[in-house]
Structure formats: structure tokens, C-alpha cells
């Protein structure tokens, strides 16, 4: 295996090197390595002395990214090692590396962006006794933009990646994840991901808006449906986004999932929906700064308007029936976490949200 190094004190050169055995040479031979991709090895967790993998190594040579000098040894075709065409990483390793160029805006930017395109996840976790399902979600695979013929913006690459969904996995884990649910067809390519954010509307200035968000954004997925259901249907996929739940004060909240469908041209401007450990969901529709719907879903019932039958289910185990406390404890369930959706509403730039009562800073629900 290769090994990052750097040159010793009061030697001619300074800076890194990496030194890296190829066949038919009797000595490894050294690859110059400009500051910037020595900061690149760095940056994802290589120091000096550390063993770097051949396969990275020569997929950077071949981007140009390292040269052998004067008078030193060229790697020709016939010395390239066998199925080594991609670098086969760790989910860690590619993850550090995935951050590294997200935020790297250098001379390099387009050649790292390559590279990320041709990184593999290594299998050995998959084959591994003690896979871990929650890890599977919790990592996410490189994506590789040229699979589809459309220009991205290098801001867009770097939020499509950034906010992959937990359903999106490279092949292998998607298989490994079927073995564990049955063979129930769980996960996504990154492939089909860019295919369905193709498909929204402006799909990049809704990147944006979520960007501009003072929140956190967690995942962005595409939805064929509202999470609130009360406008009508725009006729093409809608693009949601998840947020960091942490955002809300409220302890008992399991994913908060807001969509801006400014540009789809529907009666709303968003809808929020918050989901709680007792997986009730609270949704609100605002249109022109003002809450024009909601519903609440008792329970883990898929739907939630006060005219369907769980309602009746919700009124048996937590009211006395009557029609006054049923609205009672549903608009308590509701109400509770009110002000901490508006408050991202107010947090939209270019957004106002208004008071029902104008003499108040909050919203209120009157019987």
C-alpha cells in the first residue's frame, strides 16, 4: 500500500510526497503532490507515515493530480494493477472525502469532483456479522452527476449530496438491507434520486430557499403527494425537505418536514408537518402568511381530517366522546406545537407571517 509522507527538515523540497510500488520497479517510486492535494490527503484523516490506498492514489495520478518528475518512472498501462480502475474505500473514508470537496473551491475543485464520481464503497461492512441496519441509513453514498445528461451547479452538487435521504444506498447495501426486511425493495440509486429532483419544477431555486433557512436541513426527498393534502394535487413530484428535529423545543418531536411549493403554483406557499414520538402527526398549510388547513393524525394512521375513523379511535381511548372534548384534545395536540412551526415560517427570508389577533406576536385557535 502507498504511504503519504513529508519531506525532512533541510531537505531541498518541503511539503508531502507519496511513495507507491508498481509492478517491475525494484524500489517504490515517489509521486510529487501538490499542497493542495496534500492538504486533500489531510483533510480526510491521512497524516505523514500513514498507508494511503493504491487505489486512491492512482485514481488522483490519473487525474493529474500527481507526477512522477524528471527522470522518474511513468506509470504505463501495462503496470496498472488488475480491477483496480475505481478506489474501493471504507464508508467512512469516502464520507471524509465526500466533506472534504463539498467545501473545497480551489484549483482542483473539478478534478475532485471526478473523483468523488468514481469512488466505491468498500463491501466488508455488508458481509460483516455485526452489519448494522441504522448505520446503512445513517451513511450515504457519493453521487455521481454524470449518470444523467443535465448540468448541475456546482452549489446544487453540493446540497444534493449533502442532503442525500437515508433511503438512498449504493447497490450493495440496498441488497443488504433487503436480506434484513424480507426482500421488500427498501432504498434508492442515486441515480433515480437525481432523476426525481429532475422531475421538480425549479428544483434548484427551492435548493436555495431551503439553503437560505436559518435551520438545519437534514435530507431532501422528492413526494408524489402534500404532507398537509389541502391543495390540489400539482401533477408532479414535490420536493421535501427534513429538518433538524433538534430545532424544535419540543422533546417528544421524531422529524419535522416542510415543502415550498411557491413555485408550483398551488393555492399554498408551504406546508409543515411535524411527526411525535407517539407518531401523531400535526401538519399546517400556510398560504400568504396565514394558516389556511391543518390536520392531526392520532396514532400511527396514515390519515388524519377530523372526519375519518381514527378520529373515533382517538375519542375512545382519550376523551369522553363528546364532540367538545374530542376537538378539545386534538386542538391541545395541535396547539402545542403552533409557535414552533410558525416560528420557521418567520424564519423564511422574503417571508411575513401574520397574526390572527393583530395585538398578539402569536396565533390563536377559538372555540
Known amino acids: 500500500m502507498a504511504v503519504f509522507k513529508e519531506y525532512s527538515p533541510g531537505y531541498k523540497k518541503d511539503g508531502y510526497y507519496v511513495h507507491i510500488s508498481i509492478p517491475g520497479a525494484d524500489h517504490p517510486i515517489p509521486l510529487q503532490t501538490p499542497d493542495e492535494i496534500a492538504d486533500f490527503y489531510l483533510s480526510t484523516g491521512y497524516a505523514a507515515g500513514d498507508q494511503v490506498p493504491d487505489q486512491l492514489v492512482w485514481a ?197 418536514t416542510v415543502q415550498d411549493l411557491r413555485l408550483y403554483q398551488t393555492p399554498v406557499d408551504f406546508e409543515l408537518a411535524v411527526v411525535t414520538s407517539t407518531t401523531e402527526k400535526i401538519a399546517v398549510a400556510i398560504s400568504e402568511g396565514e394558516i389556511v388547513d391543518f390536520t392531526v393524525t392520532p396514532g400511527s394512521s396514515d390519515s388524519g381530517r377530523f372526519d375519518d375513523d381514527e378520529i373515533s379511535d382517538f375519542a375512545t381511548e382519550y376523551t369522553d366522546a363528546s364532540e367538545k372534548t374530542v376537538t378539545h384534545s386534538l386542538a391541545i395536540s395541535f396547539v402545542h406545537l403552533l409557535p414552533e412551526m410558525l416560528e420557521y415560517c418567520n424564519a423564511i427570508p422574503d417571508y411575513e407571517m401574520a397574526s390572527t389577533d393583530p395585538g398578539t406576536d402569536f396565533y390563536e385557535i377559538v372555540f
Open 60 to 256: 488522483l495520478y490519473e487525474l493529474d493530480l500527481h507526477w512522477t518528475g524528471k527522470g522518474g518512472i511513468s506509470r504505463s498501462s501495462a503496470s496498472k494493477p488488475d480491477g483496480e480502475s475505481a478506489p474501493e474505500l471504507a464508508p467512512e473514508d469516502v464520507e471524509r472525502i465526500q466533506q472534504y470537496v463539498d467545501s473545497y473551491t480551489g484549483e482542483y475543485a473539478e478534478d475532485l469532483e471526478r473523483l468523488v464520481g468514481r469512488l466505491e464503497v468498500s463491501t466488508e461492512s455488508i458481509t460483516n456479522p455485526d452489519f448494522d441496519l441504522q448505520e446503512v441509513f445513517d451513511r450515504t453514498p457519493p453521487v455521481n452527476f454524470s449518470t444523467v445528461s443535465e448540468e448541475f451547479t456546482r452549489d446544487s452538487k453540493q446540497r444534493i449530496q449533502k442532503w442525500l435521504p437515508s433511503m438512498v444506498m449504493d447497490e450493495e447495501d440496498r441488497k443488504a438491507v433487503d436480506e434484513r426486511l424480507a426482500g421488500e425493495g427498501f432504498g434508492k440509486s442515486p441515480h433515480d434520486h437525481l432523476i426525481d429532483l429532475l422531475q421538480t419544477p425549479d428544483y434548484e431555486s427551492i435548493l436555495d430557499s431551503h439553503a437560505a433557512h436559518p435551520w438545519t436541513v437534514s435530507s431532501i426527498t422528492v413526494r408524489e403527494d402534500t404532507v398537509v393534502g389541502s391543495t390540489e394535487d400539482p401533477d408532479q413530484p414535490i420536493l421535501t425537505a427534513m429538518y433538524d428535529e433538534e430545532q424544535l423545543s419540543v422533546g417528544n418531536v421524531l422529524s419535522f
